[in-house]
């Protein structure tokens, strides 16, 4: 009896904390429930068995029930397309549910990812002529540049270095600084904004915390260029499109572009780095066959897919989903590591690394639909610049700790590992005990 009462008042309590009028507001949760952590939890580098029997046996599945809102998960690859390629029966945004006014402009959080039409197809096409081929193509000598320059430091700070904060995080780190156009004097403070945000063991309080801490120092920075525009990104949509584009739009889109291209990258060197240490035959690939990085870029890709789930999706109305009743207002998530690993599309050694098979670019790393990631050809130059400069410096290179002392991210959208120690030249450092 006195157990039943406690949990009852506990419950009581955090419901009254977390709910708004009108139902439940994400942004003052403490803890997320457990119960909802199924898709972000790992062992290792692989989603939970339980992913991938719940795909099998149900592709659309009730997750939970979270203080009245029903959140269901998508594991499937084909229901995850149809899903994210819908914008007709779910929205994304998700102001509703963080207690702000979705008519109010100036509480946007930011970002392409949770806006819906007209509004995100007016914001992307501003984007869009940015990240085309022909335009990144002027990128190259920049991001080969940044790579080098932290292969020489590594190699100066060497014998044993750790990947992701002497490489991995420092070089998505630098390109988008210099694509937004932050100057050096603001990127102390840049630097710091990005892992929190995907970092849910505080809660929707941290998650949304920090969201809004990144916003207010980009609505700043665009501020500053709007009365003297640079030559980043940021800069450019200032001189083309003026006042047709606010402070806290333009904020906002540079948010997204940070959002997609810091953490998510780092995360992908980092933990693309242990997969390749573990399959010597690939690394020395990329170094003898220069035309085999594209694959093994791409089956990376899929085979980490750390973005782990994708922007939730709230049905609109009331409908059938995959032989499930949904439910208006209902919240749906995306798992895309869990659509990664189908064997209905990448065969039964879905759960291997193999840049051989037929289809990897078939994954949905990148998401999908009108919300796919507007920086993809970015990434996977970023991606192909670091692990073919990587494997060429350091043919050698391995891990300085066994792999089972790894710490990897309990709870965070974005997965990764905390530290990669490596030795750069094992060959050499045998030479020199022998």
């Known amino acids: 009896m006195v ?17 708004r009028k009108g139902g439940l507001n994400l942004s003052k949760m403490r803890v997320f429930p457990r119960q909802v952590s199924m ?54 945004d998700i102001r509703p549910m963080i207690g702000s006014d979705p008519n109010k402009p100036s509480e946007g959080i930011g970002g392409l990812g949770f806006t819906d039409p007209p509004d995100h197809t007016r914001l992307r096409k501003l984007l869009t002529p940015e990240f085309t081929k022909r335009r990144l193509a002027r990128l190259e000598p920049m991001i080969e540049k940044i790579v080098n320059d932290q292969l020489d430091l590594m190699e100066l700070k060497g014998p044993v ?29 840049f630097r710091a904004l990005g892992p929190a945000r995907f970092d849910l063991s505080g809660g929707g309080i941290g998650v949304f915390g920090s969201a809004s801490e990144s916003r207010e120092f980009l609505f700043e920075i665009v501020g ?45 060197l980092a933990l693309g780095t242990l997969v390749l240490l573990r399959d010597p035959e690939n690394f020395a690939r990329i170094r003898n066959e220069p035309e085999s990085v594209d694959a093994i870029v791409e089956e990376l890709l ?48 879905a759960e291997d690394f193999w840049p051989r098979r037929a289809s990897p670019a078939a994954h949905l790393a990148f998401g999908h639909g009108m919300h796919r990631c507007v920086g993809a050809e970015l990434a996977r130059m970023e991606l192909r610049a670091a692990f073919t400069a990587l494997a060429n410096r350091f043919p050698d290179l391995s891990l300085a700790i066994p792999e089972e002392k790894l ?27 022998g």
């Open 3 to 19: 157990a039943t009462y406690l949990k009852r008042w506990v419950g009581n309590r955090v419901l009254s904390r977390t709910t």
């Open 39 to 92: 898709p972000l939890r790992r062992e290792g580098l692989d989603p939970v068995p339980e992913l991938g029997a719940i795909r099998e046996i149900e592709p659309v599945h009730k997750l939970a029930n979270l203080f009245g809102l029903n959140v269901w998960m998508v594991t499937g690859h084909a229901e995850a397309k149809a899903v994210l390629a819908d914008s007709t029966n779910f929205s994304n």
């Open 161 to 189: 270095v750790d990947i992701v904060a002497d490489f991995a995080f420092n070089v998505p780190f630098l390109l988008i600084s210099d694509l937004l156009g932050v100057e050096e004097s603001d990127r102390d403070r």
């Open 224 to 268: 500053k260029q709007r009365k003297h525009p640079g030559d980043g990104l940021i800069g450019s949509i200032i001189r083309e499109h003026g006042d047709s584009i606010d402070d806290i739009e333009l904020g906002g889109l540079a948010d997204g572009v940070f959002l997609g291209g810091y953490e998510t990258s780092a995360s992908m």
């Open 302 to 349: 899929r085979y980490l897919t750390v973005v782990q789930v994708a922007f939730p999706r709230f049905a609109k109305h009331d409908q059938e989903l995959f032989g499930q009743q949904v439910k208006k207002g209902d919240l749906v998530a995306v798992s895309l590591s869990g659509a990664d690993r189908d064997k209905a599309v990448f065969g039964n050694d």
């Open 407 to 433: 710490r990897f991210r309990d709870f965070s959208i974005v997965y990764g590992v905390e530290s990669l120690p490596v030795q750069l030249d094992a060959a050499k450092e045998q030479q020199v005990a």
